[in-house]
């Protein structure tokens, strides 16, 4: 590891037909080498032009993966987040790809010689903005091919992310947290098989003792049932860590990250406060199968959106969040792509493209990656959009998607994903839930013995949760 | 076509009106195979075209004429040039384009009053000039000066327009990102001692402003107004005034 005040010499430039194309750091290169975003021209940071940004990826291919420890993109006195990314730096699991350059390492990854053994071995050698380096020297088939060799798994009460599964976050949320509406869009989700992700509501009302009384019906609802996944409402670990003060069950310890230490504090957190949250979480020692409590969630143009960006490119900045997130060994990370807006990631193409780097970026750097595929209305973008990223997400092997009543959040009013459409992903690409709830679905006869949905489910043994018996 | 909404082919049809029931959320909408049904399919594209025409829509000034519930109307743009630029752009729509903040100046608003397009001008076109006159009647004891009518405008923009008329507050009525379910809904920003560089932290925000199913019209007049009494009183609007709100009108950081 270099020290931080290191004073690099390196050049940053290319001679491509008699134009030179030089650029004033490692951060301006990352930047124009990024496939146009809004979010990018928005900072200023963008290519001129086309042929800049070409010729940023020409200068990026030809670099050593080592000039990324030594050329610290924001200085580590001045961000805990590159402080992070360097402490965990893990020089042996970086050897066997050391003298690689970032081009070279695109080649590599793709090799078929290299597989799912040797990328979880590396993962922990490859930085952030290696990662981001990489990915934009990489077509968007590129990045199919490599997230499809990389299987990370985690476990709480059932198994996320091995080959062959797709698994969903059942998002049933309300626009006055109404207990009834909730579980009406629980009971929707489960005839329809979806929830073994998590049940994760995003509360309308953030106070702490509307959010108890959202985490004990959940868990009613769980544990009538004996489902096995994991129950979550998204709130700030603050109240989180209230609430595990006050006994209420809670499962998963969510929160909200960033990639710098500014965007994070804008947040409301730091990472002596994750591991507070962390650590109260896993001694509730809830979990039956694991040990992963962490739910985060991220999207690019959050640092830019909070001015805390220090000049760089929203994609990689989003990859530094990814080295947050992978040193609490969370059971998701979901990157809720299309949330954000127009002005960050304009329009359906995108949208797709920021969906394939950060799954890609994530489950390289060991992550178990989800996505909220999702768009505003005032985003260039609709459904036939989503159903274009989710197919080529499905193929590239993501963990979980989001299963929304009709894919409309009628609280946070934008669009994603519905349980009809994790239907269809599983039905076109052969994919089945996570092993220990598709054995529920099974037993209680939501899917019939063939893993399909049933024509008849047995809906009185539903009426063992007052909540759900309440509609029934 | 299938008109039946199943929530599953042999369940009861009471389970799924009563979830029905339970939610405005698209629950029991039925399955053909894993799909959606036609009917529940189209239902939900009608509700986006709604929402994608809301953002696209031109607020039209004309429609005011020269004056509105007495006052003169003037119009004002920020410095986004269109839609595009607009959506892409939110910093250009916080600004006047230039030579507009001299189109105001010569005139003069201790409580100024802007319609401005924002997310929705369907939302404008539907609540803002029946909002505009129940404020005015209920600010007897403040001098208001014309409406302006701002296009392609952000919240921020309230900043420059209300320092150009030397207001002591501004409110801004604006169309909020359309949803699904509602594509009309408008929002009221409140700014003390509006000028450029106020944070959102400083302003407060009446949101979902929509008969009959939000706030309704005089309901919402007479919380900007109290507001706008309480800002004279102590000086401030936004998170200084956070201690005496009540719960549900804090300053909402958007746009």
Known sequence: MAPPHVEVSVQYRTDISGTRHTFRSLGHVLACASPLRSGDVLAGLAAENAEQRVAARWVLADLPLTVFLEDLLIPAERDEVTRLILERHDARAFAPIRHLTVGGLREWLLDETTQSDALRSVARGITPEMAAAVSKVMRNQDLVAVSRKVEVTTSFRNTIGLSGRLSTRLQPNDPTDSPRGIAAAILDGLLLGSGDAVIGINPATDDVANIGVLLHMLDEIREALAIPTQSCVLTHVTNTLELIRKGAPVDLCFQSIAGTQAANEGFGISLSLLREAWDATLALNRGTLGRNVMYFETGQGSCLSSDAHHGIDQQTLECRAYEVARSFDPLLVNSVVGFIGPEYLYDGKQILRAALEDHFCGKLLGLPMGLDICYTNHAEADQDDMDVIATVLGVAGVSFIMGIPGADDVMLGYQSTSFHDALYLRDVLGLRPAPEFEDWLTSIGIFDPAGRLAATPRLPQLASSPALAALL | ?255
Not at chain 2, 117 to 126: E, K, M
Not at chain 2, 215 to 244: F, H, K, P, Q, S
Request: proline share 5%; charged share 20%.
């Open chain 2, 1 to 255: 076509m299938s008109d039946e909404r199943k929530l599953a082919p042999e369940a009861p049809p009471t389970l799924a009106e009563r979830m029905r029931a339970a939610t405005s959320a698209r629950v029991a909408i039925g399955r053909i195979g894993s799909s959606i049904p036609t009917r529940a399919a189209l239902d939900f594209q009608l509700a986006h075209a709604r929402a994608r025409d809301a953002v696209h829509a031109q607020l039209d000034a004309g429609a005011y004429g020269s004056t509105l519930h007495g006052h003169p109307v003037l119009e004002v743009c920020s410095q986004a040039a269109d839609r595009g630029q607009y959506l892409m752009r939110p910093d250009l729509g916080r600004r006047l384009a230039p030579g507009m903040a001299e189109r105001l100046s010569p005139h003069r608003s201790d409580l100024a009053i802007i319609l401005a397009d924002g997310l929705s001008a369907t939302a404008v076109r539907a609540h803002a000039a029946n909002l505009v006159g129940a404020i005015l009647a209920r600010a007897q004891d403040w001098q208001v000066g014309p409406i302006i009518v701002a296009h392609q405008a952000r919240v921020a923009l309230a900043d420059e327009i209300g320092e150009a008329l030397k207001a002591k507050i501004s409110v801004i009525l604006i169309g909020e990102r359309p949803g699904l379910s509602a594509a009309d809904s408008l929002s009221a920003y409140i700014t003390w001692q509006p000028r450029k560089g106020r944070l959102d932290s400083e302003r407060n925000c009446i949101s979902n402003i929509r008969p009959p199913h939000g706030w309704r019209i005089e309901d919402a007049a007479g919380e900007v107004l109290r507001i706008a009494r309480a800002a004279r009183r102590i000086g401030c609007t936004g998170v200084g005034m956070i201690a005496e709100q009540s719960a549900h009108q804090g300053p909402v950081l958007e746009g």
